[in-house]
């Protein structure tokens, strides 16, 4: 069974960083990608960030990039947002999933979500 854990949320001030962990399980790690999604009040889901477990490569949404930063460790199955110089902009829920297709940041290409985990950016 395909579980994706997300953690790491909290509240932080502006300006400030957060690292978020989604450790994965259930499937081969190198065969899949995973992607960072959130979702803030009152807005729909956006992609942020997705990258290929086998051999590093990633996508970032440009609204985020240089601030966002998405990475793995295989020998833990976990995928991580470094997050930095955060914006009240950027609350919301944040959620990882799993994509057996390809490199993407839509989230109708990935199949098994994790349960989220808040930011709270307070200004």
């Known amino acids: 069974e395909v579980q994706l854990q997300a953690s790491g949320g909290g509240l932080v001030q502006a300006g400030g960083s957060l690292r978020l962990s989604c450790e994965a399980s259930?499937?081969?790690?190198?065969?899949?990608?995973i992607g960072w999604f959130r979702q803030a009040p009152g807005k729909e889901r956006e992609g942020l960030s997705c990258?290929?477990?086998?051999?590093?490569?990633?996508h970032t949404r440009e609204s985020v990039k240089g601030r966002f930063t998405i990475s793995s460790d295989k020998s833990k199955n976990t995928v991580y947002l470094e997050m930095t110089d955060l914006k009240p902009e950027d609350t919301a829920v944040y959620y990882c999933a799993h994509n057996p297709d390809g490199m993407s940041i839509i989230q109708s290409r990935f199949i098994y979500w994790g349960q989220g985990t808040q930011v709270t950016v307070s200004s």
């Open positions: 990258i290929m477990n086998s051999d590093g490569s990633t």
């Open positions: 259930g499937f081969t790690f190198d065969d899949y990608f």
